[in-house]
């Protein structure tokens, strides 16, 4: 025999149960569908071409960091930190349970049941700070890998144009080497030197060639690692727009330190321990028992309906989480000892770089101001003597060789200083607008 209570109870009891998971639900409209697996995928890549135009360094700069692979790698983690912000949030899922007591209608005894776990000790609150701590990590960690691209795209760029200086200069160089090879050969038809000293002449030729096609070969590789950065393979820019002799300033030490301590990779180490100190707070809250409250209703044959209420609490005899407590405690550990590990590294490489850029800025300043003109008056005088008959050949080629071995050397301390300034940027990242003014 049925019982009408029973059923006009159990009715509503449902309807309770189903409005609190659609209450759940429905608080949680407009978020993406989690469920599909296209969710959150993007169009086919296609690798970004830029103009068949000079380039200016603003212009890499910005296709670099709109379109850079490892960028958008940290865009998409970052990203997905919204994830495990929106599941922190979440409450435990209340439950509906069911429950017949034998089969015979005579005896049979039901029940219906609602389960609500409910937490405590704060272990919601600490899941929440835990995901925001990591939403600031992927932030930092992003900063950082555009701090990384830009200086990337900084030294890249330089190297394009030393590349163009060098080949330049291997064509000045060429035009000195084919006039005294001209000079040469005249003497040798006039019989005023040996066939020997032409010779000479023309080995020496064949070496700036040479040198003119390793630098045209350079030139080449260093377009290519420039617009690979924003993820072609294919450069179409003609040339960099630029001047390699315009030189970085050598920062002083104490502006070192300020942009140390706001560096984006300590700004990511010290987010980093923020994040296990909140990891290590959720396990903690782990520790304390969360409660379940019931509440149901039971039918019996031939009996009133009864209502069901209970509460169980977990009772933490073997497992009070101390493995999982002690473990995060450790990391967190180490990450207070990250950070100090890596201010000494930030500091010793930056004082490092800075020690290179101020050797390199030395030797450019040396080299421009008087070996070069020295090498170049020493040539231009050897070579109008050796015209006249007054200088020898060898004079000449050593007058010659010396200039370029002059030139090459100052081609170099120019790329080293571009190089050091550019691993401080990399190292520091890009100077806060505070530390510009």
Known sequence: MRNPAFHS????LSVAAFSIV??????????????????????????????AAPLTLARALQLALANNPDIAVARHEYAATEGALIQGQARPNPELSFMQEDTRSATRTSALQLNLPIEMGGKRQARIDASQRGRELAAAELTQRQGEVRAAVIGAFFEVLSAQER???????LSLTQRVTDITGKRVVAGKISPVEETKARVAEAQV??????????????????????????????RVDGAVVDLPE??????????????PSLRRTEVELQRRVALTRVEQTKRTPDPTISLGLKRAPESTNQILFGVSVPLPFFDGNQGNLLEALRREDKARDEITANRLRLHSEVLQARERLLTARTEVDALRNEVLPGALSAFEAAGKGFDAGKFSFLETLDAQRTLIQARVQYLRALAETHR??????????????????
């Open 250 to 263: 050598v920062p002083s030490v104490a502006t070192l330190d300020r942009r140390v301590a706001v560096s």
């Open 9 to 12: 109870v159990l009715l509503p």
């Open 420 to 437: 050091a300034a550019t691993e401080i940027e990399r190292l520091l990242g890009e100077p806060s607008v505070e530390q510009k003014q």
């Open 22 to 51: 659609s209450g759940i639900a429905t608080a949680q409209t407009g978020l993406p569908d989690f469920t599909s697996g296209n969710a959150g995928t993007s169009a086919a890549y296609a690798p970004i071409t830029e103009p």
């Open 209 to 238: 060639k040479v040198e003119l096609s390793q630098a045209q070969g350079d030139l080449r590789v260093s377009r290519q690692k420039l617009s690979s950065l924003w993820g072609n393979a294919m450069p179409r820019f003609e």
């Open 167 to 173: 080949i330049r200069l291997a064509q000045e160089t």
